[in-house]
């Protein structure tokens, strides 16, 4: 595999930063050289996040943010009027949304390119029937698994879990419910 990269929107507290070491836990779990961290600045709940990822078959010897993503994904809809969220998506890239649109009127609005792909899914009503919150970063995690076939999901999941029991012990209500959600939006992603 050449190098991936993939870029997170979101804003703070809405999990792009997990969601990407979440992906980079599962991806060097497979034997890939994998990178996955934020960008920081200053962070406060609601204001405008990013968080990257790198996956090879070979050592990667890039360390900054990444500029010209194959696959974008964006948390929160509403960043699509204030972030330039599809700077530098290549001409053959991927684009994941969490939003209610249609794929149609947002590859519109956004002006993709005829090779670019979109999809959607509602990350957050999901999120917020099986968790009670509006938190879309492991929905959109299981949409991008799917959209972009880079990890098995099976085994994306396995990770997942151990990684939200370490992190949450005592409480399998949370992380049964993640692994709910990343399930419903592996099967309820809509491509445009």
Known sequence: ????????????GQGAKTAALLFADA?????????GFPEYGPERMGAPVQAFNRLSDTPIF?????????????????????VPVT???????????????KPDILRKK??????????????????????????????????????????DF?????????KLEKKFPGRPQIVDGNVKAIEKAFEEVIEG
């Open 154 to 162: 099976e085994e994306t999941v396995k990770s997942v879990r151990g």
């Open 62 to 82: 890039q360390h900054c943010g990444v500029k010209n993503p194959d696959i974008v994904v964006i948390l929160d809809s509403s960043l699509i009027a204030s």
């Open 110 to 151: 956004l002006n993709l390119g005829k090779n670019q792909k979109i999809y959607v899914v509602d990350a957050s009503k999901i999120s917020k029937e099986i968790l009670g919150r509006d938190i879309p970063n492991t929905p959109m995690l299981g949409a991008m698994i799917k959209v972009t076939r880079i990890l």
């Open 27 to 35: 991806a060097m779990e497979t034997g890939k050289h994998i990178q």
């Open 87 to 101: 700077d530098g998506l290549k001409e053959n890239g991927v684009l994941l949304i969490n939003t209610q649109d």
């Open 1 to 12: 595999m050449a190098l991936l990269e993939i870029r997170w929107h979101g804003r703070g």
